[in-house]
């Protein structure tokens, strides 16, 4: 070999031995391989490298590349290689997905398949007997676990179903055959009539049960079915096929129906060879059913909607003027109703119907329902038996879910956790869609306006019943309303907390001091002596009933009184005789209805007379005789004259009318159609004296005894515990001197009832109507001194609101009107009125008194983080109105309701912000002339 030859083989195997290189070897095989890998190797470290776009690029370009036979080989490395090691269409989605959503994939199955599911592996089993799932199917039936599952226990609901279940005796024709006898078995002579027996028995005793439990009964009736009626004629058109959880309550109800009537015939003698060819047959078709019968159709389809709207709810009445036509408004109070009285309104309203949708309009928050005052309804009490029924009973009135019927809730449940489980519950109990508020908008009721769960596609609940632009504007006002009920509520809750405790305190009072004494008994004569004359016809008949004896005695009693000159005279000739005795008997009725009636008012009189009595005498005993024994024992809770000023008028009040008491007494035991009042009540309105030095030192006794409560511990403690108690029937001794101003206006109501019933002939009319003058002109009197006081009060109030004010107690002055006016400045005097340009400087408020006009700064600031606002005032001058002058300005288009007043000093130019110039200025101007009068008379 040449050296030439040597040199290109070296070149040869050098170029074979090249790595990276473009050129493949085709006949050595082994460096082709070696160099293919290599190859492979470097497009997967580039492939490696690409993004997710090239990469993609390039198996589309490998791809159209390859060849049919290529492509299968693909396919078929898809199908078998890579599925052995990624199984997608055989993976346990229990596996894979997160627990919460295969319990709920689990919660759409019935009884039975979650049974049949808990044998496909451990992982079923596991989930299937968890307790969510079968708690809400427990408590659907009224099942509920007799003791508290421990944490580490689960499955317990699960083994609570099927014991329940297991329960249900339900026995096939044949095992009824075996225990209580065939169908075709001879019968004896005598056993046609016994059996008829038999099944009148079996049947009063069933239908008695039936009743006890058809309360039980309904809890598992789907809602559409009625409590006796075949259940074959009741199906709504809307709902083509059962679902599973209806056709189980069906199964239920009929078992629970057919476990009633088998008790019923074990609690039967047994007898062997007993026919129950006639009971059977016609208790299975009228009382219970198979699950998959076919059902009849609604002869009507449910369209309408009801809403329920509470009274809490700020200016519902705007609500209720916003509700649609066609949907069924039902306002309730908020306060005094219950569950069952909200429930049975419901039912009245729809008169048996059913609606497609029912709104709940009411108070509450995101975690509870503020449903009726003591009622609200949160996680905590949504499952105790009341509110369960009132959902449940609810539920029924709304038409099935396959229907579209559903309930609308406008309060924020949705926004938490606690009121989504209620939801839940609530929708578990009745299988109804429950919707609320996701609460994302904010602001007072705003809430209704955001998103709902478990909306239906199309409207939203508040388009469902509402008009969208009224429910707008109601909308706007609430914010404004809620603080301002905030703020009235805020100052009016201890007031209303005070006198609701006094109210309650002086019933309880009067109804124990009524039930305590025989003061009734006593006064009503009649009675009394009808009682004793049953009495003694009872102890001479010596009954076995004597209750009864004594009822119908009184029976008869009172029914021959009402037959009384009740009978109708009938006459076939009418001659003047007839008419004249016919005449004579009316005048004679209607004189003794007369009698009666006086009689009526004259025993009210003084019965009434007795109590008021009673109540100064409890001054007295409660009151005035345990300090003057104090006083006497040198222990004195007052000093005499403090006594003297409290309680003399007071004890001159209860001697005088015990007097008068002792004449009607006097009068009424020899009480007859003659007899006259009218006398007693003049002689009595002549001693008025004795009144009037009550009513003048009223206001005197009412600061000495607020004066003394305060400086004095013994008789502040003397006060606390004699006060509202049981022997002064809850009320204090304040209270109980307001008998005496009260007791003219009873006293002039039952003069007046007197007078109308007394003929004008009779010797009492006169009488009366003289007392009826003195008794009303002195309840004048008193009406003038609560004028005064009033005045007094108010003076007091305006000396205590103005900064600055002097003492406006000053001989009769009294406050007429207050008005708000702007004063103004003039900028160009020297131009004529329609010219004149005025500026708006401060505000003011003027003060009317009889003799002066009292002019202040009037301030209002507003209160931080709160709308309400404080008015405050600033004493700037006082005028007498005698030197008071009005000048009017005329209205231009610079200034309207203007006027100026110029007092002895200085001058005021105000406006009226509204059209109250001319009513001011009249009120003014008539003050004005009074006092002037009246200062020129002195």
């Known amino acids: 070999m040449s050296v030439r030859d040597s040199s290109n083989k070296n070149q040869v195997i050098e170029c074979f031995q090249t790595k990276f290189s473009t050129w493949t070897p085709i006949t050595n095989k082994s460096l082709n391989k070696q160099l293919f890998q290599e190859r492979v190797s470097l497009i997967t470290h580039w492939f490696n490298l690409w993004t997710d776009k090239q990469r993609k690029e390039f198996l589309l370009t490998i791809l159209q590349n390859c060849s049919h036979s290529q492509l299968t080989f693909v396919k078929g490395c898809f199908s078998e290689k890579i599925s052995e090691k990624i199984p997608v269409a055989k993976v346990d989605f229990c596996t894979v997905l997160p627990r919460f959503i295969s319990l709920y994939i689990f919660s759409f199955l019935n009884p039975m398949d979650l049974c049949a599911a808990a ?97 039980e009964l309904f809890k598992v009736r789907p809602p559409w079915m009625t409590g006796t009626c075949c259940s074959t004629v009741l199906k709504s058109r809307c709902q083509p096929q059962l679902s599973q959880t209806v056709k189980d309550r069906i199964e239920l109800s009929a078992a629970l129906e057919k476990q009633l009537v088998l008790a019923s015939l074990e609690a039967l003698p047994k007898k062997k060879n007993v026919s129950g060819s006639h009971s059977y047959p016609v208790l299975s078709n009228k ?47 908020y306060t005094g109703l219950t569950l069952e009285s909200l429930l049975l309104l419901v039912e009245k309203v729809l008169d048996g119907r059913k609606v497609q949708s029912i709104g709940i309009f009411s108070d509450g928050d995101s975690r509870e329902i503020n449903l009726l005052q003591g009622y609200t309804i949160g996680i905590e009490n949504v499952l105790t038996p009341e509110v369960r029924d009132f959902w449940e009973k609810l539920g029924s009135c709304v038409a099935t879910q396959e229907e579209g019927g559903h309930i609308d809730i406008f309060i924020p449940l949705a926004a938490s956790e606690a009121g ?103 006064a009503n004569q009649e009675t009394a002596q009808v009682l004793a004359d049953g009495l003694i016809e009872l102890s001479k008949e010596k009954s076995e009933n004597p209750l009864e004896y004594l009822s119908d005695f009184l029976l008869k009693k009172s029914s021959n009184k009402n037959k009384e000159f009740d009978g109708d ?73 403090d006594i003297q000023i409290i309680f003399s008028d007071i004890l001159c009040v209860l001697d005088l009318n015990k007097h008068f008491l002792d004449e009607l007494t006097k009068r009424l035991q020899e009480w007859g159609p003659a007899q006259c009042l009218g006398e007693i009540f003049t002689k009595f309105g002549l001693q008025l004296k004795t009144y009037t030095n009550f009513f003048n030192n009223y206001p005197v006794v009412l600061k000495t005894i607020e004066k003394c409560r305060e400086m004095i511990p013994a008789f502040r403690a003397f006060l606390k515990r004699q006060d509202k108690t049981i022997v002064t029937r809850m009320m204090s001794l304040q209270e109980l001197l307001l008998y005496p101003s009260r007791r ?75 008005q708000d006016v702007a004063q103004l400045f003039c900028c160009n ?37 709160e709308r309400t606002t404080r008015t405050t005032y600033q004493f700037l001058a006082i005028a007498a109105l005698h030197r008071l002058l009005i000048e009017d300005i005329p209205d231009s288009k610079y200034i309207k309701n203007a006027f100026i007043l110029q007092g002895q000093k200085r001058q005021w130019i105000c406006s009226t912000e509204n059209e109250d110039k001319c009513v001011w200025l009249s009120v003014l101007q008539s003050a004005i002339r009074s006092s002037i009068e009246k200062y020129d008379w002195t």
């Open 287 to 333: 009382h219970y059913h198979r699950a998959d019968q076919k059902y009849g159709s609604f002869s009507h389809s449910v369209q309408t909607s009801l809403v329920l709207i509470s009274s809490r709810i700020p200016a519902y009445e705007m609500v209720v003027d916003s509700v649609k036509t066609g949907v069924i408004p039902l306002v309730y109070e």
């Open 569 to 641: 005279f009938i006459s076939t000739k009418c001659d003047a005789t007839t008419l004249r005795f016919l005449t004579k008997v009316k005048e004679r009725k209607l004189q003794m209805d007369l009698a009666e009636k006086r009689t009526k008012i004259a025993g009210e009189l003084l019965k009434s007379e007795r109590k008021y009595i009673q109540m100064l005498e409890i001054v007295r005993d409660v009151y005035v005789t345990p300090m003057k024994a104090a006083l006497a024992s040198n222990r004195a809770i007052l000093s005499s004259t």
């Open 829 to 865: 005097e020297e131009d004529c009125f329609s010219l004149r340009l005025y500026e708006h400087i401060h505000d003011l408020s003027l003060f009317l008194f009889s003799d002066a006009l009292l002019v202040s700064h009037r301030t209002v600031t507003h209160t931080p983080f």
């Open 420 to 522: 989504t489980k209620v939801l839940s519950h609530l929708s578990q109990l009745t299988g109804t869609m429950f919707s609320s508020p996701t609460g994302i908008a904010t602001g007072s009721y705003q809430h209704i306006l955001s998103d709902w769960l478990g909306q239906q596609q199309g409207a939203s609940p508040p388009s469902i019943y509402f008009c969208d632009h009224k429910l707008q504007t109601w909308h706007s006002f609430t914010e404004f309303l809620e603080e301002t009920l905030k703020s009235v509520r805020k100052q009016l809750r201890p007031h209303f907390k005070e006198l609701q405790r006094n109210i309650s305190g002086k019933i309880i009072g009067q109804f124990m001091f009524d039930s305590l004494n025989l003061a009734n008994v006593l």
């Open 744 to 818: 003219f206006e009873e006293y002039l109501n039952l003069l007046y009832g007197l007078r109308l019933h007394t003929p004008s002939e009779h010797g009492d009319r006169e009488d009366l109507t003289t007392a009826i003058k003195q008794i009303k002109r002195y309840i004048g009197y008193i009406n003038q001194l609560k004028q005064n006081v009033n005045r007094k009060d108010q003076l007091s109030d305006v000396e205590r609101s103005i900064c600055g004010c002097p003492t406006l107690s000053e001989g009769n002055r009294f406050l007429i009107r207050v």
């Open 119 to 215: 044998q496909v592996n451990w992982p079923w089993k596991f989930l299937t007997e968890q307790d969510c799932l079968w708690r809400p199917k427990c408590i659907r039936f009224g099942w509920f676990l007799p003791y508290d599952p421990s944490d580490n226990e689960y499955g317990a609901w699960k083994r609570h179903y099927i014991a329940c279940v297991a329960t249900l005796d339900w026995l096939t024709p044949r095992e009824t055959a075996a225990i209580y006898g065939t169908l075709n078995e001879p019968k004896s002579e005598n056993e046609g009539q016994e059996e008829r027996q038999r099944e009148r028995y079996l049947r009063k005793i069933i239908w008695g049960r039936l009743a006890l439990h058809k309360r």
